[in-house]
């Protein structure tokens, strides 16, 4: 027996197949053949079909399965009958033919199962053994890959277009417009009418501080709008001076993300000479208004916040304005389904409220009485609503209910409905009538006491406990003689 040094192995076949294997007899050849392709068959010197093994029942469902004693080559397409010819003409006892793939229509109607084939010629007889492997699932890749290229190639393609739509838009407006890195605070591009404005050429800009193109005085002014920027979704006419030029500019802007970075879009808008004072008085009036210790917030017709002062972001406990924009007003103001919609059907109905009782709710659970005024800022579109909200706080002398101020009035009492619990009310209730009603008593008497009690049904000494209770004035020395059947 040979130790397999002597020959070295060829491709597609063994290096001494007759000393290792044998003779091999049919049936286990017929096995192996069968075993180790998807279709194996043996073809008559005709090229008809004379035996046939799938190796599921899948494929041969798929194919149709009824090929003996047809032409192999009637099995296949008609684009690649040829290869079954060259198949065929090939196929030698010597060397496998090359691997070819046909294609067989689909007895289900679907798409052609494609098959690949390789053919070899048994030397005693004049037969040819054809073996072929199923590439259902390659081809399913393979298209799958080609659809998700061509979607590619239209995305770019989309991208591509969008891209150059901006780009030249970007290019020929007329408004100034910058693209600013968030982080570095270092310029990317100007567009032309930017570069025009500053006086620097576009092509040597980028990379340049941000901050150098403006007067030192306004830089801080600078980073206010960049901090500004990246917390609200949009910051609009911050006054700035532009370096050099002396020429004022508002500068609006919005944060975006591009390339995993933040960026800033930054538009300018040159303010006209005659405006220049009417602009700057408004600026200071804006500061004002932020600025002021009472609170101030604008409100839009659907009732959500536009824009707050500190004031109000100190009264509604919250950090900054923007987890206030957009929110509903009455997460803070007034009492749930009460104050708000009275507020604001009086501010639909005359235009202004003033001296309107309610609360603010913070978000750390505080209450707090205040005393809203409020004006509807009529406009082209929907309305708009300006409150100003003064906390009304404690007054010297004043009684507690609840902590909450006792109302010296029946009338008063509608303010505290919702912010006091019904027991305590009853009970405070029922202790002003009967001060209101002795001081009555008093009134009518002139001050007898003997004749108020008399007249309120009580007896002396509980009129007198009475008038302790309520601090309605200093009791005589004679006091403690009186009886003791009093209410």
Not at 141 to 156: T, V
Not at 203 to 231: D, P
């Amino acid at each position: 027996m040979s130790d397999g040094s002597s020959a070295s192995p060829a491709k597609g076949r063994f290096s001494d197949a007759k000393e290792h294997l044998g003779v091999m007899d049919a049936v286990t050849t017929g096995a192996l053949v069968a075993v180790a392709a998807d279709v194996s068959l043996v073809v008559d010197k005709e090229g008809a079909i004379i035996d046939v093994a799938f190796s599921n029942a899948d494929l041969a469902k798929e194919l149709g399965g009824k090929w003996l004693g047809r032409r192999w080559a009637d099995l296949v397409t008609s684009e690649t009958r040829p290869k079954i010819d060259d198949l065929l003409h090939e196929a030698n006892p010597r060397e496998p033919t090359r691997w070819r793939q046909v294609n067989h229509p689909s007895a289900s109607g679907g798409a052609d199962v494609p098959v690949r084939y390789c053919a070899v010629r048994i030397e005693t007889e004049s037969r040819v053994v054809a073996v072929g492997r199923d590439l259902r699932a390659l081809a399913a890749l393979q298209r799958r890959l080609a659809d998700a290229q061509q979607d590619m190639e239209r995305e770019y393609a989309r991208i591509r277009d969008a891209e150059k739509r901006y780009r030249l838009l970007f290019q020929l407006s007329n408004e100034p417009v910058a693209i600013v890195d968030a982080n570095s605070q270092r310029i990317v591009e100007l567009n032309p009418a930017a570069a025009t404005l500053f006086g620097v050429d576009p092509r040597r800009i980028s990379g340049t501080s941000f901050n150098e193109l403006f007067e030192t005085r306004s830089r801080q002014a600078i980073q206010s709008f960049i901090a500004a920027a990246r917390l609200a979704p949009r910051v609009d006419n911050v006054m700035v001076e532009i370096a050099a030029k002396g020429v004022r500019v508002l500068i609006s802007g919005s944060l975006f993300r591009q390339d995993s970075a933040a960026h800033l879009l930054v538009l300018f808008s040159r303010v006209e000479a005659g405006a220049g004072p009417r602009s700057e008085q408004d600026a200071n009036l804006l500061q004002m208004v932020v600025a002021m210790p009472e609170a101030f917030v604008v409100i839009s017709s659907d009732l959500r916040v536009v824009s707050a002062n500190a004031a109000f972001l100190d009264l509604a406990q919250v950090g900054v304005e923007a987890q206030t924009r957009g929110e509903k007003i009455e997460r803070w103001l007034g009492r749930p389904s009460i104050d708000v919609g009275i507020l604001f059907a009086n501010l639909r109905a005359h235009g202004a409220v003033r001296h309107f009782s309610t609360i603010v709710r913070g978000e750390l659970g505080s209450n707090e009485d205040v005393e809203v005024a409020g004006v509807l800022l009529p406009g082209a579109g929907d309305p708009f609503y300006g409150l100003t909200i003064r906390a009304v706080g404690w007054r010297p002398g004043s009684e507690r209910l609840g902590g909450r101020e006792l109302p010296r009035t029946v009338e008063h009492f509608i303010d505290l409905v919702g912010r006091v619990p019904l027991k305590s009310l009853v009970r405070e209730t029922t202790d002003l009538i009967e001060r209101l009603c002795i001081e009555a008593a008093l009134e009518l008497t002139h001050d007898n006491r003997a004749a108020a009690a008399e007249m309120l049904g009580l007896s002396r000494q509980g009129f007198y406990a009475k008038l302790r209770r309520y601090g309605l004035g200093d009791l005589g020395e004679d006091d403690s003689a009186l009886d003791d059947d009093g209410v």
